[in-house]
């Protein structure tokens, strides 16, 4: 029966969230049941493009990519794959008609990783917009529910909180991305001076999207406001301690929330939460 197939291939996107992200788990389970599976499954296909342009060094990252391109788009145009996991991302598109451009744009994002770019600020606000945007919106699709008055007032919002995320990411894996990967992803920075001048002024653009972002979260619906706030909880206080840290410091070294503060924080945005205090 395929429906067994369809819960193989929700429990592998699931299992690969878990495996790859305690924030982001943790968030899923404070949504409402019914959308756990489709974020998952928008989860586990974001990823696994991530892993090919990521930690794939010394295979054809190029061919794997635009393989993984060509089946993407085969299971979107069939309804089903023998990849699970875009198995399971097919039918949550289908079943919230999300928009193809934004799956263009995310791939194309992708693509972009495989070249030794010199971003500037066109680039990079392009490489925002494909790799974390859109990824928001493919979400926020699931969380308003076909409602596209709410997705359209919802829109800025969430493209928003993703961009904060993304640069949170961008400060978090600066070492690694510069010196594993060679890639300086924020525009016109020469990582010989990188002073605490300049980190500062990047923890200003990104204050300013996690500000706008807790608008659009607090007219989000019941079932995902808990959710989504948690896992703003988790990526504010991740960004409150690289805050903190001199700039030679970040180079050096992965800053971290330890798993029992996760722990905490959620259940403190849960009180919240039920509470009504956002």
């Known amino acids: 029966m395929k429906a067994l197939y369809d819960q193989l291939s929700d429990n592998v996107s699931k299992l690969t969230t878990r495996s790859y992200s305690t924030s982001f ?4 389970l404070a949504l409402s049941k019914r959308h756990r599976k489709d974020i998952y499954a928008i989860y586990g296909f974001v990823r696994l493009a991530d892993e090919i342009v990521d930690s794939f060094a010394g295979y054809n990252q190029e061919y794997l990519l635009n393989k993984f391109k060509s089946e993407t788009y085969e299971a979107l145009e ?3 794959s023998l990849n699970p996991i ?4 097919q039918h949550c598109v289908h079943a919230y008609n ?3 451009k934004l799956i263009d744009t995310f791939l194309d994002s992708m693509e972009m990783d495989l070249s030794k770019i010199q971003y500037n600020r066109e680039k990079y606000e392009q490489y925002i917009l494909g790799s974390a945007e859109v990824v928001g919106l493919m979400c926020l699709c699931v969380f308003t529910n076909g409602d596209m008055l709410m997705y359209e007032q919802l829109k800025p919002y969430a493209m928003k909180l993703g961009a904060a995320f993304q640069k949170v990411n961008f ?3 600066i070492r690694d991305d510069y010196h594993g990967l060679g890639r300086v992803y924020f525009p016109n920075v020469d990582m010989n001076v990188f002073t605490s001048d300049v980190k500062k002024e990047i923890e200003q653009e990104i204050e300013k999207d996690f ?3 807790m608008i659009g979260i607090k007219k989000l619906p019941a079932g995902s406001k808990g959710g989504v706030y948690l896992a703003y909880v988790y990526y504010k206080a991740l960004f409150n301690k690289i805050k903190k840290m001199p700039a030679h410091r970040i180079l050096n070294e992965r800053i971290r929330i330890p798993n029992p503060q996760k ?5 403190n945005s849960m009180v919240q939460h039920k509470l009504n205090w956002i």
Do not use: C, V
């Open 211 to 213: 500000q706008e972002a």
């Open 171 to 173: 400060l978090r894996d």
């Open 263 to 267: 722990i905490g924080l959620m259940l």
């Open 86 to 89: 875009l198995n399971a991302f």
């Open 78 to 80: 069939n309804k089903i």
């Open 98 to 100: 999300i928009d193809r």
């Open 25 to 28: 788990s943790l968030g899923i």
